[in-house]
């Protein structure tokens, strides 16, 4: 009898997509469908909300305060209902989403930037470099993400470059973790061995061969990282320490309706709903992207409808 041998992943693929019938075939699920839905949604209503909004989001009447949804005012029909200033909701939530989307966005940009190139540094070159950058990204992790937020909004203030920079600050370090681990593994394979060996300099091997195999999990995390970035400005503009009013975002109409939730429910429920429903997405986005990416799943899930 002959031992039973050991399967790598290259074997794993290789059984299940043989080499002449090996194609990527990009498949949208029902949950990707429904995520990319959502977030077309939100996209075009935050890029048309001058043409889309019936009612511009700061003008206050207080003959309409309170209404509910459906309701006729002396401005005309309020399709999601007013504020307690008389503002019209569905306005404001087309207006608040363009500046929730922006934050989240060139957040998460600076987080992938930053994080990622610490973390290219730190796997490839080892030594003191790393353990300084990942001793650093230790200390940074055991402080509580709220209460860092919270002091760093306090002391440099609630503008939209400052909450932006506090969400950038608070969260690069996920992104140099998990790149850190991608760089370990990939730099010692063979073809990074023969870059070496052909006279390549450090710049050349980080940035034509680790990147382009580090940068599947960096996408994939960048997805996932947008909602939560979104939902911690959410939670900064709740507690008052987020974009201020008259401007509006998702997080501070959440929290204009904090007084009124057994009156006028519509205030706090509406906006907390597209909240939901936007990280909903990104997280279903996120999921159908890693599985596009990562051949094992992607060749797993395709035999399994065989």
């Known amino acids: 009898m002959t031992a039973p041998t050991s399967m790598n992943a290259i074997d794993v693929v290789e059984k299940i997509a043989p080499p002449g019938r090996r194609k990527w075939k990009i498949r949208l699920t029902w949950s990707a469908m429904f995520g990319l839905a959502i977030l077309l949604l939100v996209l075009v209503g935050a890029a048309f909300a001058p043409l889309i909004s019936p009612y511009d989001p700061l003008d206050q009447v207080l003959r309409d305060r309170l209404k509910p949804p459906g309701s006729v005012g002396a401005t005309g029909v309020h399709w999601l209902g007013t504020d307690a200033l008389g503002r019209d909701l569905l306005s404001r939530l087309l207006y608040g989403a363009r500046i929730s989307l922006l934050i989240g966005v060139v957040a998460t940009i600076g987080q992938t930037v930053i994080g990622t190139f610490l973390g290219l540094v730190a796997g490839h070159y080892r030594g003191v470099l790393d353990l300084v950058i990942m001793r650093l990204v230790d200390m940074w992790l055991t402080i509580p993400f709220l209460a860092l937020a919270i002091a760093l909004a306090a002391v440099l203030g609630s503008s939209i470059p400052n909450i932006i920079l506090v969400l950038i600050i608070t969260s690069w370090v996920y992104f140099t973790r998990v790149v850190r681990a991608e760089v370990l593994s990939v730099r010692e394979r063979n073809f990074i061995e023969a870059a070496r060996a052909l006279g390549a300099k450090d710049l050349k091997i980080i940035l034509q061969h680790i990147l382009p195999n580090v940068a599947n999990?960096?996408?994939?995390?960048?997805?996932?990282?947008?909602?939560?970035?979104?939902?911690?400005?959410?939670?900064?503009?709740?507690?008052?320490?987020?974009?201020?009013?008259?401007?509006?975002?998702?997080?501070?109409?959440?929290?204009?309706?904090?007084?009124?939730?057994?009156?006028?429910?519509?205030?706090?429920?509406?906006?907390?709903?597209?909240?939901?429903?936007?990280?909903?997405?990104?997280?279903?986005?996120?999921?159908?992207?890693?599985?596009?990416?990562?051949?094992?799943?992607?060749?797993?899930?395709?035999?399994?409808?065989?």
């Open 217 to 306: 999990s960096v996408l994939v995390l960048s997805s996932f990282q947008v909602a939560r970035t979104i939902l911690s400005e959410a939670t900064l503009s709740f507690l008052g320490l987020g974009v201020q009013p008259p401007t509006p975002t998702w997080g501070t109409m959440v929290a204009d309706g904090r007084s009124f939730v057994s009156s006028a429910w519509w205030i706090s429920t509406l906006p907390g709903i597209a909240i939901s429903l936007f990280v909903l997405s990104a997280i279903l986005l996120g999921s159908w992207v890693r599985d596009i990416l990562d051949p094992i799943r992607r060749h797993r899930v395709q035999a399994t409808r065989l």
